[in-house]
């Protein structure tokens, strides 16, 4: 998995999807989560022959960027294409659709916060979009950097 924003950084800077905790207007408030702005930062598969259509999303605050705060993984498809992605724990594919935390990295003491604020307020129709378009992009721009001999 490698970071959205180093193969198509202007798009990913623009699109970005952040979250502002804390008193202003324009924000949400949750006890226990510090006030400050919070990006979900895309990650996505670079294999050539992998069509997983999962994204690792890794919350990171403004005020900590360095942080990762929770890392989720999400599969936009419908429970199906997950099933038969995964033969040996087909139960597993209600959990990618819907988010879950990612049990191979260490998440912080917020990561469960962040994962029902994802479910509950990040993840809206055009977010979910907004994440396929941008995993077709990206295995675009790598098949074409691939042909070039730029990888």
């Known amino acids: 998995m490698i970071p959205f924003h180093s193969v198509l950084p202007e798009l990913a800077v623009r699109e ?8 202003t207007p324009h924000s949400h408030s949750l006890p226990g989560l510090p006030p400050d702005k919070y990006a979900y930062v895309e990650f996505y598969c670079a294999e050539p022959d992998c069509d ?27 429970e199906a294409f997950y099933r038969k992605q995964m033969p040996s724990a087909p139960e ?22 962040f994962l029902k604020l994802f479910q509950n307020v990040v993840l809206d129709e055009p977010y979910r979009l907004r994440l396929r ?11 074409r950097r691939a042909e070039r001999g730029t990888v």
């Open 133 to 143: 378009r941008h995993y077709r992009l990206f295995k675009a721009e790598l098949a």
């Open 16 to 23: 970005v999807r952040c979250l502002h905790l804390g008193d």
């Open 92 to 113: 597993d594919a209600r959990g990618v659709i819907r988010g879950e935390l990612e049990p191979m990295l260490e998440q912080s003491e917020f990561a469960e916060e």
């Open 52 to 78: 997983c259509r999962r994204v690792a999303l890794q919350v990171v605050g403004r005020s900590q960027p360095a942080k990762a705060l929770a890392t989720i993984s999400y599969g936009w498809e419908n």
